[in-house]
């Protein structure tokens, strides 16, 4: 099976932090291609996010992420860029460069997919379908759990863990944790009380001691799940003491001469080591991937917001920052539910110097809804604000300055999922799995995800004209 390592990243000669200097350029760029790898080399960060390549008309060619903007940008201003068959065309073509910020590397995975298929540039080729990322899935509702990866991971009756940011890395990591943990990774439906499974045949696994074969009933369902939980206990933080055991077998097996033994070892610690490469379920989800039920979502909002008919318009509003510098906030409608892209809106933000997130949410609500109010236009029934008391605080000034009463105005804050009401002293804390809370999550994520569609951002005359 073909590995999907950073499948989207086209490989180049390492660049050093700071990026790559001027004077390594190939002699025959032009002089716009110099500029860009001075911007590169004094404007980008050191930080994760994700970089675009453009064409002299402003069209993006090319999407990456980085987990360093700058060394991983500037690698394409080398002279080895310029030679390799995999980016010399797109050297050839690209006229500037920019970047978005992004908290974390699995950040930047997840805005470098959503922008690969919304923008669809041409030197993309692998993140152009509905590709999500890979998730590692362990069954809790069958005698004998089964662990396997998945790119489409269940709701209900499972536990997951991820998204990882390299299924060649999670692939290798599952090898190594099922010889520890000698878990079954096959689709049967094993039952403890069905004496026909003693006489079935167990695969190659059994054989080389990755598996206890419950296929076979070789092992009790007390003590496979023992093993289950253990892993559970590894995977959710409790990994030291393994990686410890494997460091002292690698030494002993060096100090033994057994060379080849200590870097197959050394080799599986590293896997092991990038199992925290990965995202918190909670933190980075992906409505692409888990399904949200409108109607449920909407009877539940009507419920907990304790609202007197069932809301049919959620507006979302959130705040993005291109290059680190201009602001920008988008606005995105949901009708019975659903995304209705006909409503989404963006607005470059004219009256904040600086970066004020607060500010900026007080301008783009005052201009949204004086517009409404003037043209005479429906308000939504919940305006949902990306942020927490601060952000709705500032919210509520600006339909106190146009003087209108405003709709039902909530706020989200993502760390720790919190729903904030004016008035109100203490936030709400929904379930987790409450129909409500992934309505509100979706909503909030796609505000987040087209405030950072750098597509749109090149259109400005049209999409930033409100």
């Known amino acids: 099976m073909a590995d999907d ?19 390594a350029l190939p ?49 394409y201003f080398l002279k080895a860029a310029a030679d390799d068959h995999r980016t010399a065309q797109l050297v050839q073509e690209a006229y500037d460069v920019d970047y978005l910020d992004a ?37 809790t509702r ?3 759990p089964r662990v396997e990866i998945t790119r489409e991971p269940r709701s209900s009756g499972v536990k997951l863990y991820g998204p990882f940011t390299s299924v060649y890395a999670l692939r290798g990591a599952m090898q190594v944790l099922q010889k520890v943990f000698k878990f079954r990774t096959c689709s ?28 076979n009933l070789r092992v009790s369902k007390e003590e496979y799940r023992k ?16 990686l410890r055991e494997l460091n002292a077998e690698m030494e002993h097996a060096s100090a033994e001469l057994r060379f080849e033994k200590a870097a197959r070892l050394r080799d599986e610690i590293r896997l092991l080591e990038r199992l925290d490469e990965r995202g918190e379920l909670e933190e980075d ?3 692409e991937v888990f399904y949200v039920d409108p109607k449920k979502g909407l009877a539940g909002l009507q419920k907990v917001l304790r609202l007197p ?6 507006e979302g509003v959130d705040i993005a920052h291109l290059g680190g510098s201009e602001t920008v906030a988008s606005l995105v409608q949901f009708i019975d539910g659903l995304p209705f892209k006909p409503g989404y809106r963006r607005f470059r933000i004219r009256d904040v110097e600086g970066v004020d997130d607060f500010a900026s949410i007080r301008e783009v609500v005052a201009r949204r809804f004086g517009r409404l109010e003037k043209a005479g236009e429906a308000f939504p029934d919940i305006l949902l604000i990306d942020g927490g008391k601060g952000q709705l605080s500032r919210g509520m000034q600006a339909f106190e300055s146009l003087g209108i009463e405003p709709p039902t105005v909530i706020s989200l804050a993502k760390k720790e999922e919190l729903v904030y009401r004016p008035g109100d002293s203490e936030p709400l804390r929904l379930s987790r799995h409450s129909f409500a809370l992934r309505l509100l999550q979706y909503v909030r994520d796609e505000s987040h995800r087209f405030a950072q569609h750098y597509h749109h951002l090149l259109r400005r005359k049209r999409t930033l004209g409100e």
């Open 227 to 242: 093993e289950i939980a253990r892993l559970r206990t590894f995977l959710e933080g409790g990994r030291k003491k393994l």
């Open 103 to 139: 908290d974390s590397e699995v950040d930047a995975l997840l805005m470098e997919s959503r922008l690969v298929k919304d923008i669809q540039p041409k030197f993309n080729r692998e993140l152009r379908d509905d590709k999500s990322f890979p998730y590692l899935q362990i069954t």
């Open 142 to 144: 069958e005698d004998f």
């Open 27 to 75: 002699k025959t760029q032009p002089e716009f291609f110099a500029r860009a790898a001075e911007k590169v080399r004094t404007k980008f960060p050191t930080t994760p996010g994700v970089y675009l390549f453009q064409d002299q008309k402003g069209r993006v060619l090319y999407v990456g992420k980085a987990k360093n903007l700058r060394a991983r940008a500037g690698s």
């Open 5 to 23: 390592r950073d499948a989207t990243t086209i490989e180049t000669t390492p660049a050093g932090d700071d990026g790559a200097a001027p004077d």
């Open 188 to 215: 049967l439906d094993i039952d403890e009380g069905d004496e026909r499974w003693r006489w079935f045949r167990p695969c190659l696994l059994a054989s080389i001691d990755q598996c206890t074969a419950p296929c």
């Open 285 to 287: 989800v992906q409505p």
């Open 309 to 314: 008919e069932q809301p049919r318009v959620i």
